[in-house]
């Protein structure tokens, strides 16, 4: 069997736009009017404890991270492609919102079939990851991984410059990259 390389992608604002569903939830919750500029530089809006508390239960309810969209029309097509030449793992940091377990996997199963199931990492911490790659949108999670991270642009991170990964800033550039 030829010996691949595994490549993992983080799954939220890597693979699933799940900051558009989080901001119509917030927008419908608090009559607001917020847009992905807003989070530019920035996790977090101006939403006050009680607020952050109230968004926090709708998004750890089941059922939020089930009908998410892939964050870029080609994500698919690209992961399919990469899946040809990489042992692709899916590594995402469930732990922080656990009733997303059975939504996410229930979600990669349905639009990612061609994956391999066994490849699935539910986790927190990602440092005990010992993939060659990892693609992945927080900073905090490469920081402490041993491979090769790789920095996915997400509004948060857009304006930060004072790191040394690779910055891949959409789909395109991943398929440039890996293939
Ligand atoms: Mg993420």
Same mark, same amino acid.
């Given at each position: 069997?030829?010996?691949?390389?595994? #490549?993992?992608?983080?799954?939220?604002? /890597?693979?699933?736009?799940?900051?558009?569903?989080?901001?119509?939830? #917030?927008?419908?919750?608090?009559?607001?009017?917020?847009?992905?500029?807003?989070?530019?530089?920035?996790?977090?809006?101006?939403?006050?404890?009680?607020?952050?508390?109230?968004?926090?239960?709708?998004?750890?309810?089941?059922?939020?991270?089930?009908?998410?969209?892939?964050?870029?029309?080609?994500?698919?097509?690209?992961?399919?492609?990469?899946?040809?030449?990489?042992?692709?793992?899916?590594?995402?940091?469930?732990?922080?919102?656990?009733?997303?377990?059975?939504?996410?996997? #229930?979600?990669?199963?349905? @639009?990612?079939?061609? #994956? @391999?199931?066994? @490849? *699935?990492?539910?986790?927190?911490?990602?440092?005990?990851?010992?993939?060659?790659?990892?693609?992945?949108?927080?900073?905090?999670?490469?920081?402490? *991984?041993?491979?090769?991270?790789?920095?996915?642009?997400?509004?948060?991170?857009?304006? =930060?410059?004072?790191?040394? *990964?690779?910055?891949? =800033? @959409?789909?395109?550039? /991943?398929?440039?990259? *890996?293939?």
């Amino acid at each position: 069997m030829k010996h691949l390389k595994t #490549l993992a992608f983080d799954m939220d604002e /890597v693979i699933t736009d799940t900051l558009a569903k989080k901001i119509a939830v #917030l927008n419908d919750l608090f009559h607001r009017n917020v847009t992905k500029e807003d989070f530019l530089g920035s996790r977090n809006l101006d939403l006050s404890k009680e607020q952050s508390k109230i968004l926090f239960n709708e998004i750890n309810k089941e059922g939020f991270f089930r009908d998410l969209e892939f964050l870029e029309k080609d994500t698919r097509a690209i992961l399919e492609e990469l899946n040809e030449k990489y042992d692709i793992y899916i590594c995402t940091a469930a732990m922080e919102v656990p009733n997303s377990l059975q939504d996410k996997y #229930l979600w990669l199963k349905e @639009n990612l079939p061609f #994956l @391999n199931d066994q @490849n *699935f990492v539910f986790c927190g911490d990602k440092s005990v990851l010992a993939t060659d790659y990892l693609v992945d949108d927080s900073l905090y999670q490469l920081e402490e *991984f041993k491979g090769e991270g790789i920095l996915f642009t997400a509004p948060h991170n857009q304006l =930060n410059n004072e790191h040394s *990964f690779t910055r891949l =800033n @959409n789909w395109q550039e /991943v398929a440039d990259y *890996f293939l």
